[in-house]
């Protein structure tokens, strides 16, 4: 086994070489080769007179490259893609990449050494995470790696990675984690960083600790010219672990979903709320669904899920994202200065999307013109039938129309504009301008220099803090 050099109780020095390690794992490495067939528009072929003593010539010409003689008639070439990726069983099943694999009509795995190559086929793929899970069929066991917990994993411990980058075969590159919990494009992003060079064709492989452990796979680099730099993201295995459990099991993800609207906790709106700290997600919205039949409401600041307390929003779409589908889970949250548990059952994140729709109503009857006038430098409008209509909101949509903002106001500077609709302030809900005039006059009264508004534009709600001296 790789030895290694204690330079304290807790950490690991630098190892005096990686060959044990990487002569440990590399059997369970693979190149991944795909293929794809690609309608391919050859321009305009040779116009032939009919009758002519070379149509025939011609039309068997056309023929034997694949074009129909049509004069505009497409053929088709093979398009090969390279990438890597790793057994995770003696069965024959591998993770890679999914735009490793996406699109590809064949693919074929290259095994390390002389153990040859053979046929995969696609188990199930998650865009969101990039990840994809191939089988293929063997008679005898394959060497495999184990994943390990990519939390345990820390900034500076030695990694290596192993792949087939720029298609030159096997080859391994080490480095350390240089950062954790990056973030790239995804809702469900937990991307290590990485030192160790990464380059094209090295997407899919693995990310191994110092035990020979897949605590990570190679995804993306940032690079401005193609090649690395030393900045590359491997997806954590704490993330890929679930998802390969679940398109192994279902051949799709099967994520949780809680059914509510949010936004960062930010300085403002704590100073509003009257919070301790800066920290949770806040409900904005809470439409049917698995958090509303918990009772959960709006104005709630999500504080802990299922134990694991909530930084931000990012954080809280994770772990529900996480969590098992049909799991009863327990949410913290903290209402009116007041700690409340709910136990919520979990629905299925992909069913709500596909099943999400709005109902809509064309009659409204006409109202007199509303009462107007200007508060926090909101020019506000109360609401009627009329404008329901205009905004093409729902006939029983109640709240405070803004009609208007001062340029120099904080009302301006934290966005709002002419057609958002305020449905309440200081978490009760608004019916006439008289009704926030009293919350504003309740929070200078309670010493608050700020209130807390819930604005909903184009249907999405959102909390903003604004100062009551305007």
């Known amino acids: 086994m790789l030895a290694l050099i204690a ?18 794992v590399s059997p369970a490495v693979v190149n991944i080769t795909t ?12 116009m032939v007179p009919e009758g002519s003593p ?35 069983s003696e069965d024959g099943f591998i993770v890679t990449n ?14 390390f050494g002389d153990r040859g190559t053979l046929p995969a086929t696609v188990v199930g793929t998650d865009p969101n995470t ?22 345990a994993i820390r900034v500076g411990d030695w990694v290596m990675a192993m792949g087939n980058p720029l298609g030159q075969g096997f080859s391994i590159s080490a480095g350390i984690i240089s950062a954790r919990g990056r973030e790239l494009q995804g809702t469900y992003d937990d991307f290590l960083q990485t030192d160790a060079a990464i380059n094209r064709g090295n997407s899919g492989g693995p990310l191994f600790n110092m035990d020979g452990q897949v605590i990570g796979v190679n995804t993306a680099i940032l690079s401005p010219n193609g090649g690395s730099i030393g900045i590359g993201f491997a997806m954590a295995s704490n993330v890929v672990t679930k998802v390969v459990d679940q398109l192994k099991e279902f051949g799709e993800t099967r994520r949780g979903w809680l059914g509510v ?3 960062d906790v930010t300085e403002d709106v704590a100073e509003a709320m009257g919070l301790e700290t800066v920290a949770g997600a806040l409900v904005t919205d809470v439409p049917d669904g698995p958090a509303k039949d918990a009772g959960m409401e709006a104005g709630d600041v999500i504080t802990n899920f299922g134990g694991e307390d909530i930084a931000d929003t990012r954080e809280l779409v994770r772990i529900v994202g996480n969590s098992g589908v049909g799991e009863t889970v327990r949410v913290i949250v903290l209402r009116g200065g007041q700690t409340q548990t709910l136990r919520v059952t979990l ?29 926090l430098g909101l020019t506000l409008s109360e609401m009627t039938g009329e404008l329901r209509d205009e905004l093409g909101l729902d006939a029983g949509a109640s709240g405070l129309v803004v009609t208007g903002v001062l340029a120099d106001s904080q009302a301006a500077a934290k ?56």
């Open 7 to 24: 330079s304290t109780a807790h950490a690991r020095g630098a190892p005096e070489s990686f060959a044990d390690l990487a002569e440990q």
């Open 35 to 46: 293929a794809t067939v690609v309608a391919q528009d050859t321009g305009p072929s040779p």
């Open 54 to 88: 070379f149509e025939e010539f011609f039309r068997d010409f056309l023929d034997r490259n694949g074009e129909g003689g049509n004069g505009q008639a497409p053929r088709s070439r093979r398009s090969s893609a390279l990438g890597s990726g790793f057994v995770i």
């Open 98 to 111: 999914n735009h490793v694999i996406d699109g590809a009509d064949e693919i074929e795995i290259e095994f």
């Open 130 to 151: 990039d990840i994809a899970l191939l089988k293929v069929e063997t008679d005898t066991p394959l060497p495999f790696v184990p994943f390990g917990d990519s939390n």
């Open 261 to 263: 609207r949010i936004q």
């Open 347 to 375: 629905g299925r994140r992909e069913e709500a999307i596909s099943a999400d729709a709005s109902d809509e109503t064309d009659e409204t009857p006409s109202e007199e013109a509303p009462t107007e006038k200007t508060v």
């Open 415 to 470: 966005g709002l504009e002419a057609g958002d609709v305020i449905t309440e302030a200081g978490q009760q809900r608004l019916e006439t301008i008289a009704d926030l005039e009293d919350r504003v006059a309740e929070a200078r009264d309670g010493g608050r220099q700020s209130i807390l508004l819930l604005v909903r534009r184009g249907g999405d709600p959102r909390f903003v803090a604004l100062p009551v001296e305007e």
